[in-house]
């Protein structure tokens, strides 16, 4: 898809998104949370704003987004 749209100048990139939404249901379902076991929505909204304003000359075609915890 990415080497389709590029010649008209549009951005497609993968994002992984892989981990809990810290959103009120979630904390219903798992009290026990931490706020360093989820991901922020606005962190996500941030994420995004950055993969439709980088410079064209370093684009990113894939990104995972993770909590800082998440042991590898």
């Known amino acids: 898809m ?3 749209l590029h010649p008209q100048g549009i951005h497609v990139a993968y994002v992984n998104v892989d981990g809990g939404v810290d959103m009120p249901f979630l904390r219903n379902l798992r009290p026990e949370a931490k706020d360093e076991d989820l991901l922020k929505p606005s962190a996500i909204a941030d994420a995004f ?10 684009w990113t075609h894939e ?9 590898f």
């Open 2 to 4: 990415a080497r389709d």
């Open 49 to 58: 704003w950055y993969l439709a304003h980088q410079d064209r000359s370093a």
């Open 63 to 71: 990104l995972d987004l993770r909590p800082f915890k998440e042991k």
